[in-house]
């Protein structure tokens, strides 16, 4: 123990040099007045972010130890395995990043015989020790030889803490299977299904942060790209990128995204407030949308890409259309798969048989003008000599690039437009008979389903060329998603890899959501896809997980495993007093426990606003959750259960665990009770009035 107080010391010492050292070359450059501003800039940053990190680890410099033998050079490492790894300036190793090649033995290896993935290929040797301290503000109060303790009993102090820290402490309780999926290489598409509380946004975000540290000498870090389900959301996420190291990821929810690609700013109305049309809203999220917009743009690049007159300039005529029709209709959509870039190649192949042919088109324009000169009165021919000069020097000098650009006049034409075109003609693209049920939508009215096909619309016109700037992306709670969700990324993001997160358990729009994440495979990625599972759920108490597993049985699920941490049972309470005078007693019950964050979850976000305004009648210090919420700042929120998915809280009061908001005959009730049960961390109050809901229940005995 003294040895390793001895090295803690040691290395806080060394930390704190670091950190004068980065002061001073901060400080130094921002007095360099020579240097290039930009690059300065771009320095500045990079240091001061280091700076950050380093001093922010500080009081916890690390978190685990191996030791390892190289059976090649027989030399033993000695790591210190922390969040940020640190060196001093002559280059001599403090400590190991856990994004390391040789930390991955950390995560998956037993004592023993142990290998790792390095740059230069497969490290063999022998891992003699594995240690996890426990290090708070500077002072070492414990460590564990790691191969001596189970794995659930060493998680146990990280899942013991509140929902804040627990987010932003993962790097030291990664899993074998959650790190697993974290170091896939870059080129690899993977689907992660993974239960409420395995970790999937936290292993998400640490994939990006792995891959930016190992990729960082040729891929910059606005190279990736986080969707995620809500603003709320992405917010709530933002600052778990920074504290790993990583900085200018795009986070960016579908829709964000989609009006990003499309440039234009339009409202999203949800169908569930115009009344929902399961039959409308399956289909548009489908690949058979996909199909009738394939076939809307083959009939605007048959019939409305070229102009039906000549191409004129100055009442000549330059080319004749059909010669432009033959250019235009000769180049080869493989290469050209949208239709901007195949009118700027007509446009460059016209342009160049302008140039290689000037001679010949100007001498029978010239004729042309010499025939209008001669019959012309003397202000006419002012004016034809001065056109023909005008068309003389376009024909020289630019062969004509900008006037050919005005004839085909594509590019200026807004992709919800279009859309609007293909949705009022819909009868003429689609097989089945839905025209009288898309009438809804012929008003410029779009709903969330409308997106993919926006967004695939756009890839098929536009040329996005900048978006392949992306070489990896990260899709957040995708089980909300239909395949041409995906698709229509995929189109996009056309030399991204993804990495798609999702439960089919929290699947709470089943009227657009996938079935299964085989078919996105086969579909989406022409099976160049994995597919990962992470079956543990490291968020809740057994008690609450076995009550929400009660669920997951009702609907014929497969049932998350709980980690080994108990905590109070589930309360599940009949509201039979007034319900805002009970609810607050509970309320003030839970704040007594000192928790950070308490959620009260409602079915419906109507019912969520009725709740906060209810409470705030009581003056008591609410925050509402609502779609356009980015920021979470109360200890005590009201929130719906679609916009809890994602989300974690200390404690959670499920407000309405009636049969009438959670019927246990509709599925989709289901998955958004099982949402909301899964959201707390240490406990669980389910209320209900009337009929509890039948699954729970049933086993009312068992949690009351």
């Not at 360099?32 to 990190?53: G, T």
């Not at 905590?567 to 509970?586: A, E, M, P, R, S």
């Amino acid at each position: 123990m003294e040895e390793e107080k001895i090295k803690l010391k040691h290395t806080i010492d060394c930390f704190l040099e670091v950190i004068d050292d980065l002061q001073l070359t901060i400080t130094s450059l921002n007095n360099n007045y020579n240097m290039d501003a930009d690059f300065q800039y771009v320095l500045v940053k990079k240091y001061e972010n280091k700076l950050r990190i380093i001093s922010q680890s500080i009081n916890k410099p690390y978190f685990a130890r191996i030791d390892f033998t190289d059976n090649t050079t027989n030399h033993q490492d000695i790591c210190y395995i922390s969040k940020v790894g640190v060196s001093d300036f002559d280059n001599n190793l403090i400590t190991v990043d856990w994004r390391s090649p040789i930390a991955s033995l950390y995560y998956d290896s037993n004592l023993g015989p142990a290998s790792y993935k390095a740059p230069g290929g497969i490290i063999t040797g022998n891992l003699s020790l594995k240690r996890q301290y426990d290090i708070e503000e500077g002072t070492l109060l414990s460590y564990r030889e790691v191969d001596t303790v189970s794995n659930d009993d060493l998680l146990k102090p990280y899942l013991d803490v509140n929902a804040d820290n627990r987010l932003k402490n993962i790097v030291s309780s990664i899993q074998k299977e959650q790190n697993q999926v974290i170091r896939k290489d870059l080129i690899d598409n993977t689907i992660i299904q993974g239960v409420a509380g395995s970790g999937k946004t936290t292993v998400a975000l640490h994939r990006i942060a792995y891959l930016a540290y190992n990729y960082k000498d040729t891929i910059n870090s606005n190279q990736y790209l986080v969707i995620g389900p809500n603003k709320f959301f992405i917010n709530y996420i933002s600052s778990i990128l920074p504290d790993l190291d990583v900085t200018d990821v795009d986070e960016l929810t579908y829709e964000e995204f989609v009006k990003t690609v499309l440039l234009e700013n339009f409202k999203i109305t949800d169908l569930g407030k115009l009344g929902k049309n399961i039959n409308i809203s399956q289909y548009k999220t489908s690949l058979k949308y996909k199909e009738a917009i394939d076939k809307f743009v083959l009939y605007i690049d048959k019939h409305k890409i070229l102009p039906e007159k000549d191409f004129i300039i100055k009442n000549y005529v330059i080319l004749k259309q059909s010669f432009i029709k033959n250019i235009y209709n000769e180049i080869e959509d493989k290469y050209f798969t949208n239709i901007e870039s195949k009118v700027e190649r007509s446009i460059l192949l016209i342009s160049n048989y302008i140039k290689n042919n000037k001679d010949s088109i100007l001498s029978r324009i010239t004729l042309e003008y010499q025939d209008k000169f001669d019959k012309a009165t003397l202000n006419e021919q002012k004016n034809l000599l001065k056109e023909y000069n005008i068309l003389r020097k376009e024909i020289l000098s630019t062969n004509c690039i900008n006037s050919l650009r005005k004839y085909f006049n594509f590019k200026s034409r807004k992709i919800t437009n279009l859309y609007d075109e293909f949705l009022n003609n819909i009868d003429s693209y689609i097989d089945i008979k839905l025209s009288h049920e898309f009438e809804i939508l012929k008003n410029k009215i779009y709903t969330p389903e409308d997106l993919p096909a926006l967004l695939y619309l756009a890839s098929k016109v536009k040329n996005t060329k900048e978006y392949s700037r992306y070489r990896h992306t990260v899709v957040d709670e995708a089980q909300d998603y239909g395949q041409f969700h995906f698709l229509a990324l995929k189109e996009i993001l056309c030399t991204s890899s993804f990495s798609i997160f999702g439960d089919l358990a929290q699947s709470i729009n089943d009227y657009r959501s996938i079935n299964n994440w085989e078919e996105v495979c086969k579909y989406c990625f022409n099976n160049n896809c994995s597919l990962e599972y992470l079956q543990k759920s490291y968020r809740t108490t057994i008690e609450i997980m076995n009550c929400a597993n009660l669920i997951l049985d009702h609907i014929n699920l497969t049932k998350a495993l709980p980690v080994i941490r108990h905590g109070k049972n589930v309360q599940i309470t009949k509201v039979t007093d007034n319900y805002f005078k009970q609810l607050l007693q509970i309320i003030n019950s839970l704040q007594n426990n000192n928790y950070d964050s308490i959620a009260i979850i409602s079915r419906t976000n109507e019912k969520a606003h009725l709740v906060y305004q209810e409470l705030t009648k009581l003056n008591i210090k609410i925050t509402e959750i609502t779609p356009d919420k980015e920021i979470y700042d109360c200890q005590l929120c009201s929130v719906s259960t679609a916009l809890a998915k994602g989300l974690e809280f200390d404690a959670v009061i499920i407000a309405d665990a009636n049969e009438e908001d959670y019927s246990s005959t509709n599925k989709t009730d289901m998955k958004n009770l099982y949402v909301a049960m899964t959201r707390p961390l240490h406990e669980l109050v389910i209320l209900y009035q009337n009929t509890l809901t039948y699954p729970l229940s049933y086993s009312y005995q068992k949690f009351s």
